[in-house]
């Protein structure tokens, strides 16, 4: 995979250098759709399911999801997005995204939320995760499916859908794109 | 480091032009005003909620001082503090010890001993705010109006209301249009601009953008010298007006004398009032901004106020959601960036 640039990386950002690919982008569809038909046979169904992206990684993953669904289960699942910003434990270092990136379409309350991210790390997004929810009603129960379990968690969280684990170095950086999947570094420009 | 993804965006910090204090619009520049705009969109979606709170500043304790009566701005500063689940101390200046004699600096004295984390500070002289940013050792000091200075949010409202008008008529969403919806955009400022301090912020702040900005009112009521501004004067508001996008109209600040620089009331409404026929000269998309509070009969004709173009009511909502935006962008920025990397994700 090239080398991507991030203009708008500050003060953490620089440019994402890739040392191996370790899924394809094949690879990242079968588990794309693996995890989807796991959402529909855990919850027997999609009765009440509701995928949540979070921005921003976990969004066109979501919708991706939320396509494999209705191809295989001919139902349309509801897509929201979540910007945790406002709930984060390190406010400060955490971006706000430019669009008014939160989207709830509906009341969760009694609802399945499955949140969906790219890459699950510290947990530590997740636990913001679930108190912003918290705020958009009561949900039956709440699910985490993520593309890459990378380890290190600092919060006991876990997921239940997983596309791969991938143990990693705590100073190495995970790029999950439709492209693949790629451990890196970040170097600054 | 964690995932690239959430590296993706950098963080919000002082490097783009915001804090630690906001005294004037001048200490943002156009980066910091387009910052505080793209923050305050997300704060706006927070407000449409069913239950409109974050638990974004808990445990941080914001402190209203006003030297000087206020009722919207007052109040858009201690909901926007509360919605961010920041405890708020308003002082009572007429309950106070500044009664019994107490100076500005004992007062901000005082308040800073509780540990509070920052300071709203409205007050009838010019430069009180920027003379409390140097005494204050740890609190932020955001100006809530200075005597004839600046009135640093109320522009940034008034932005962030231009915007999002111009937005809805393009049918997009505000935070795609950037800043670049101001560049060359035509913005008249009616009225007594001389004791208007929201007046001083919206003309720094809509030139940063790259607006035209051009002053209407009694001469009397313009300030005597505008060299170096970057505005032009239209002598006839009637010919002025066809030509503007955005008019900001002021009020008649009787408090701060204007009263003696105009003959009558009178004179001044049929001069420089908004009234019907006037507001037929406008262009139909032409957006009629007022800080509030607006004196009917005197600025703007009663039927006028009415109107969808005149978006005063509007600016009121976005007021929260703006300064929601500033007292993030302060008080949120100050952790150390280094050797937190390992925390994200």
């Given amino acids: 995979m090239a080398e991507r640039e991030r203009s708008h990386t500050r003060p953490l950002g620089g440019r994402f250098v890739p040392t191996a690919q370790v899924m394809s982008a094949l690879d990242v569809q079968r588990a794309l759709v693996r995890m989807a038909h796991e959402v529909a046979e855990r919850n027997g169904g999609l009765d009440g399911v509701v995928l949540v992206g979070l921005q921003t990684g976990g969004v066109w993953l979501a919708e991706r999801i939320a396509e494999v669904l209705a191809e295989t289960e001919g139902e349309e699942v509801p897509v929201g997005t979540l910007d945790v910003a ?11 995204l430019p669009e008014a990136a939160t989207e709830i379409p509906l009341d969760l309350t009694g609802r399945v939320v499955v949140v969906v991210d790219d890459v699950l790390f510290t947990g530590r997004t997740v636990r913001a995760a679930l108190n912003a929810l918290s705020d958009f009603g009561r949900a039956r129960a709440v699910q985490l499916a993520v593309m890459v379990d990378r380890g290190h968690r600092e919060l006991p969280i876990r997921p239940d859908y997983v596309g791969k684990n991938l143990p990693t170095r705590r100073d190495e950086m995970v790029d999950v794109s439709e492209d693949g999947v790629a451990i890196g570094t970040l170097v600054a420009r | 480091m964690s995932a690239i993804s959430e590296a993706d965006a950098g963080p919000t910090h002082p490097d783009q032009g915001v804090g630690p204090h906001l005294i004037s619009i001048a200490d943002l520049g156009a980066s910091g005003i ?39 701005t007052r109040l858009s500063f201690e909901t926007a503090a509360k919605r961010l689940s920041a ?44 003379q409390v940013a140097r005494w204050v050792r740890r609190a932020r000091v955001l100006n809530a109006g200075d005597g004839w200075h600046e009135h640093p949010t109320q522009a940034l409202v008034d932005c962030f209301t231009v915007r999002q008008v111009l937005a809805e008529a393009a049918g997009v969403a505000p935070a795609s249009l950037g800043v670049s919806c101001f560049a060359g955009l035509k913005v008249l400022i009616v009225g007594d601009v001389r004791h208007s301090r929201v007046a001083r912020s919206e003309i720094l702040a809509y030139r940063a953008l790259g607006a035209e900005v051009a002053l209407c009112g009694p001469p ?3 300030p005597s010298d505008l060299t170096g501004w970057g505005v032009s004067v239209e002598a006839d508001l009637d010919d ?8 900001s109209l002021l009020r008649l600040q009787a408090e701060r004398g204007s009263g003696t620089h105009v003959p009558s009331l009178r004179e001044y409404t049929a001069g420089w009032g908004l009234s019907a026929v006037r507001m037929a000269r406008l262009a139909p998309q032409a957006i009629v901004t ?56």
Avoid: C, W
């Avoid at chain 2, 997300?42 to 009722?71: D, H, M, Q, W, Y």
């Avoid at chain 2, 405890?87 to 500044?98: I, N, Q, T």
């Avoid at chain 2, 500005?104 to 509070?116: S, W």
């Avoid at chain 2, 002025?240 to 008019?247: E, K, M, P, T």
């Fill in chain 2, 290 to 345: 007022h800080p509030g509070p607006m004196v009917r009969g005197v600025e703007i004709a009663s039927d006028v106020a009415e109107l969808p173009s005149v978006v005063v009511t509007r600016q009121v909502t976005n007021g929260v959601a703006v300064r929601m935006a500033v007292l993030f962008l302060l008080l949120g920025s100050e952790v150390a960036l280094e050797g937190l990397g390992g925390d994200r994700g």
């Fill in chain 2, 87 to 130: 405890d708020v101390l308003s002082l009572a200046v007429a309950s106070s010890s500044v009664q019994k004699g107490e100076s500005l600096r004992d007062t901000v004295e005082t308040v800073e001993a509780m540990g509070i984390d920052a300071i709203v500070l409205r007050h009838r002289a010019s430069g009180a705010p920027a």
């Fill in chain 2, 34 to 72: 387009a910052e505080v705009l793209r923050v305050a969109e997300a704060f706006a979606e927070v407000e449409r909620r069913s239950i409109p709170k974050v638990p974004t500043l808990r445990g941080k304790v914001v402190a209203t001082l006003f030297f000087e009566e206020s009722t919207r």
């Fill in chain 1, 86 to 96: 406002f709930y984060r434990d390190d406010i400060g270092l955490r971006p706000v």
């Fill in chain 2, 240 to 247: 002025a007006l066809g030509g503007a996008d955005v008019v």
């Fill in chain 2, 220 to 222: 009397s009521l313009l």
